[in-house]
């Protein structure tokens, strides 16, 4: 027998193991549902749309690629949960009651995630936090959360004026009502006092006011070389605005939740120039798939992805980077089992992320800051 007799009999009985091989790591053909407890309504609707908006895409992108294998495609079935509680409940039990859904993904407001969290535990659903900010959510091999958790970036941040600025006075400006944000004011406020700086001032508000006049206007008294901006999207922009209204040109800090356009086209350039740190902004994106993310976003909506839009999609790449792992049909189990074992998330939106016990962490801290034209440009002191 020739040679080439020999290895056309030897490929030939050899097709059958390679395509079983080729098709190990394949799910069945049909379609794998994902519960999507969004939040397009209520007091964060700006985010919440956004949130969805990159889910939709990831998903869509997912498909279109046939990376699951060949008939089998992710669907995003959405319940309203309008960051209510009892709707966000009631809608996730009505989810993971639908034995299709093989993933589930949820929540802004970290004290709904700690409700849905006690609900995907017992009944062994994998569960995606995409937009909440308490630490230590997740619970292997059930719970995730690929939000950047705000308290490393504003570390990071105020390390950083630390150095550029060496302010010696600093006053804050602090939501009275809101845990995470009073753990992220004091743990940014140690590291000033450690650095010699003296706190002169803090200066509070609830999370339902919306005239911060009196606030502005008791910050500035106290004449500090930096003022930090520890609250939620509408009191950060309306604040700012206030105060540079009383003529402060002194420098100010706040953090990601002036990141979005919407903030500077409803507040202007007196935002400019005023730094935070943030896991992803459009017009500073300069990995291949950051690169990628923003242009397909905008050709679908129209419009560039806020960093709210990357942590939707983020939340669907984890979920079917566990999918692509498994065969045959898979379980809830075997899904939650197979995303642990994920060190990191491939082609991220953030030039690099790890994977820390269901933790996602960026790689990289970025400062910036928008410009007078309504750009998102790295923060220059």
């Not at 998903?59 to 509680?85: H, M, T, W, Y």
């Not at 150095?163 to 406020?189: C, G, H, I, M, W």
């Not at 420098?251 to 356009?261: F, G, L, Q």
């Amino acid at each position: 027998m020739t040679s080439l007799k020999k290895f056309l009999r030897l490929t030939a009985a050899l097709l059958p193991t390679l395509g079983a091989i080729g098709s190990a790591w394949a799910v069945d053909p049909g379609t794998y549902k994902i519960g999507f407890v969004a939040d397009r309504t209520g007091v964060v609707a700006f985010a919440g749309v956004s949130y969805a908006q990159g889910a939709q895409l990831a998903v869509e992108q997912v498909n279109a690629a046939g990376s699951l294998g060949q008939g089998a495609k992710l669907e995003i079935v959405e319940r309203e949960g309008g960051s209510d509680v009892a709707k966000s409940i009631q809608g996730y039990n009505q989810l993971i009651a639908d034995r299709n859904v093989i993933a589930t993904s949820c929540c802004i407001f970290s004290n709904i995630a700690g409700a849905l969290k006690a609900i995907a535990l017992p009944n062994k659903v994998p569960l995606v936090f995409y937009g909440a900010t308490m630490p230590n959510l997740p619970s292997l091999p059930f719970v995730y959360n690929v939000t950047g958790l705000p308290g490393l970036q504003e570390i990071a941040l105020s390390k950083h004026l630390v150095e550029v600025l060496k302010p010696k006075t600093v006053a804050y400006f602090v939501l009275s009502d809101n845990d995470a944000f009073q753990a992220r004011y004091k743990a940014s406020r140690e590291i000033f006092e450690a650095s010699g700086a003296k706190t002169v001032g803090v200066v509070t508000a609830l999370g339902a006011d919306t005239d911060f006049t009196a606030q502005a206007t008791e910050v500035i008294s106290y004449k500090p070389d930096l003022i930090m901006v520890y609250v939620t999207q509408i009191p950060a922009s309306s604040f700012i605005a206030a105060v540079r209204a009383r003529g402060w040109t002194g420098r100010m800090a706040t953090n990601e939740a002036v990141s979005p356009a919407a903030v500077f086209k409803k507040v202007g350039p007196a935002l400019a120039g005023v730094p935070f740190s943030v896991g992803f902004a459009a017009d500073v994106a300069d990995s291949p798939a950051g690169k990628a993310f923003v242009a397909s976003y905008n050709k679908k909506f129209g419009a560039d992805p806020d960093v709210y839009a990357a942590q939707g999609f983020t939340a669907m790449q984890l979920i079917a980077q566990g999918m692509e792992k498994l065969s045959g049909k898979p379980t809830r189990e075997q899904l939650a089992d197979a995303m642990a074992k994920l060190p990191s998330i491939r082609d991220d939106v953030y030039g690099g992320v790890n994977l820390v016990n269901g933790q996602v962490e960026t790689k990289q801290n970025l400062f910036l800051a928008w410009s007078p034209e309504g750009k998102i440009v790295r923060w220059k002191p």
